[in-house]
């Protein structure tokens, strides 16, 4: 059974289809991992404003994506709109929005697939400390699946008229789910790891900066 996506999500998907499919070749590695119902917590590494796009097209032909942003995008008008079509779920970066975590919790209940970006921001070129909000959701919810994801090529996508070369992988963590002597920051810290083992740290911007 595939989850039915909203006419808001799939027109935003198909809108940006041609430049992530088509423009920046769009390479889709493991999406037979990425369960087509159920709950599911997808974690992955964000170098690019690109990131969840890529990552919503990438598993458009599985599943619907509704990911955790940042709250200050509701504040664009127009935007708000397309993101609550979406089932885009609002979060205050930087505090323990409980809101935001009860909602995300009801939606994964449900069946949805979250999808998070642990390091929390675009990690411009940094080092960032993975956060324990999808640990928190992982012990929640134990009954949903967390799969990893990494994101590769999208800083390039900027770079007009150089074409990028878009990788979205899939993949279950190596370690498995949530241990039982393990804390939420911990799980987070272990997945982005992973993730970033697969897809370093990359600078965005119009010119590929010396990551540190």
Not at 51 to 60: H, S
Not at 112 to 125: D, K, N, V
Request: with cysteine.
């Amino acid at each position: 059974m595939v989850k039915s996506e909203t006419r808001t999500y799939s027109a935003a998907m198909a809108a940006c289809s041609p430049i992530v499919r088509g423009w920046s070749r769009l390479a889709v590695v493991g999406l037979e991992h990425l369960p087509d119902h159920g709950p599911v917590l997808l974690a992955a590494n964000h170098d690019s404003y690109w990131d969840p796009v890529a990552v919503g097209v990438a598993a458009l032909p599985r599943r619907q994506i509704r990911a955790l942003a940042k709250a200050s995008m509701w504040r664009i008008k127009g935007l708000n709109r397309i993101l609550d079509g979406m089932g885009q779920i609002p979060i205050e970066r930087g505090t323990a929005d409980a809101a935001a975590l009860e909602r995300a919790i009801g939606e994964l209940r449900s069946g949805a697939c979250l999808g998070i970006f642990p390091e929390g921001t675009r990690s411009l070129g940094r080092d960032l400390r993975a956060r324990s909000g999808l640990g928190r959701l992982a012990e929640a919810v134990p009954e949903a699946r967390i799969l990893c994801c990494s994101v590769a090529g999208t800083t390039d996508i900027a770079r007009f008229p150089k074409r990028a070369h878009v990788r979205v992988r899939f993949f279950p963590p190596a370690g498995g789910g949530l241990m039982s002597n393990e804390s939420a920051g911990d799980l987070t810290a272990r997945l982005m790891s992973e993730i970033r083992a697969d897809a370093p740290i990359a600078a965005a911007g119009r010119r590929p900066a010396r990551v540190q």
